[in-house]
């Protein structure tokens, strides 16, 4: 897990750090001519973050309780609907993220 989160730090500060040394003609050149594509990689990095930490919560969340079920079976039923409840929280963590992604592409 650390070695993921150094990973994506990595990725981020090289996504930004392209940006961050840009000489003031590049900014000039890049404002005249600006089409969007930076939002555009911006909500599609962000929700690829999203689904990704997401999947990776759910995944994590569905084995404890499953784990869970094997070690007690009749259990069962006061593990699930604390689960189905916590996974549909994560998800609405992502469909917050596509909204907001959503919203920079069409500029709301």
């Known amino acids: 897990m650390k070695k993921l989160v150094q990973i994506v730090t990595a990725i981020t500060t090289l ?12 900014a000039e050149v890049a404002t005249k001519s ?3 594509a930076g939002i555009a990689y911006a909500a599609a990095i ?9 999947a ?4 994590m969340g569905i084995k404890t309780a499953l784990e869970s079920i094997g070690r007690n079976p009749s259990a069962a039923g006061k593990i699930t609907t ?10 609405s963590l992502v469909i ?9 592409v069409l500029k709301l």
């Open 15 to 26: 996504c930004v750090a392209g940006s961050a040394f840009a000489n003031e003609a590049a």
């Open 34 to 36: 600006y089409d969007g």
């Open 46 to 54: 962000a929700i690829a973050i999203a689904a990704f930490g997401g």
């Open 56 to 59: 990776l919560g759910q995944g």
């Open 82 to 91: 604390p689960m189905i409840i916590g996974l549909a929280m994560i998800e």
């Open 96 to 104: 917050y993220a596509l909204v907001i992604a959503l919203m920079l």
